[in-house]
């Protein structure tokens, strides 16, 4: 597997020896200081280039980055299936290397190029002067937000409701739709409430990452543990099971944090739906009425 001296060195010389190449500029976790340098991290570049089309309609010139696996153009397949999409404003190839290596690279001309919508860009080459100068890298753009008090009882209201779809769901024994409820409903809404937990209690000065995947590193090792739980099969009994302790991790999350917050927590509503769902488990599937 090339070094990230070796692939920094690679991507810095194609674009020294390119002259249709202007600037290069990377982002990503790469340049992110509170991220943990790992094996899989890949190199997030942007090369700023007087034109794309000649970048795309010759892809050839990709092929000096190394023997590839396998690959992917966005891009190109968003407007290959008829969506609005200029390939001349921005294309990517996104490109997995035999020896391990992850490399997404994009092209964007001149005009387009825009190092200050994101915090965690760091210009790596400009050959003519024509990327303004920023600050060090940081990724509070991707910082925790407090939540306001509608939208701590909307997320509140989403849990609790769309347990009604999972529970129906698996009494019916509807498994696909079961997953989809439970997993962009409810638990969605458990992920957001744990993330406002962590973000309260260091001051809404910290990110958990992409889909929360740092999350485990700021949650007691108990509370992870039954967050992991939360997690659901294809089996019915453990999908309940699994709905149960969520619902619980969900109670006590927001009642604390709503005090914290000084948010009134609806726990009227949370009892009715907890105990609708509860009821809905014990009924048999010959059952004539819900109730």
């Known amino acids: 597997m090339r070094s990230e001296k070796e692939m920094m060195e690679l991507i810095l010389s194609v674009a020294r020896k ?3 190449i202007r ?3 990377m982002n990503g976790s790469r340049t992110n200081p509170n991220v943990k340098k790992d094996i899989f991290q890949d190199y997030d570049i942007v090369y700023v280039v007087k034109e794309n089309r000649p970048f795309y309609e010759d892809e050839r010139w990709i092929d000096r980055f190394g023997e590839r696996l396998y690959m992917q153009c966005p891009e190109k397949m968003d ?4 969506q609005a999409v200029d390939l001349d404003q921005c294309f990517g190839w996104l490109m997995q290397f035999q020896d391990g290596n992850r490399l997404d690279l994009h092209v964007v001309p001149v005009e387009k190029a825009n190092v200050m919508e994101d915090k965690l860009c760091v210009i790596l080459l400009d050959k003519d002067h024509i990327l303004p100068s920023i600050q060090p890298p940081t990724d509070e753009d991707y910082w925790i937000r407090k939540p306001s008090e509608p939208e701590f009882l909307a997320c509140a209201n989403e849990f609790w409701w769309c347990l009604n779809n999972v529970a129906k769901g698996l009494w019916r024994e509807e498994i696909p739709y079961v997953h989809a409820m439970y997993t962009e409903g409810s638990h969605a809404q ?3 409430m744990l993330n406002w937990k962590v973000g309260y209690e ?3 000065c910290l990110s958990t990452g992409k889909a929360s995947k740092y999350l485990k590193d700021y949650l007691p090792e108990n509370l992870w543990g ?3 739980k939360t997690y659901i099969t294809g089996d019915i009994p453990q ?3 699994a709905m149960f302790i969520m619902c619980d991790l969900f109670q006590e999350t927001a009642t604390e944090l709503g005090g914290r917050l000084g948010y009134a927590y609806n726990i009227q509503e949370a009892e009715a739906s907890y105990q609708y769902v509860k009821h809905v488990r014990t009924l048999p599937k010959d059952a004539k009425g819900v109730f």
């Not at 407007?79 to 008829?82: E, F, V």
Request: glycine fraction near 10%; avoid cysteine; charged fraction near 40%.
């Open 239 to 241: 999908i309940w099971d």
């Open 226 to 228: 039954r967050f992991l």
């Open 190 to 192: 458990l992920l957001k």
């Open 79 to 82: 407007k290959d299936r008829g």
């Open 18 to 20: 390119d002259e249709r």
């Open 23 to 25: 600037a290069v500029y």
């Open 202 to 204: 260091n001051g809404f």
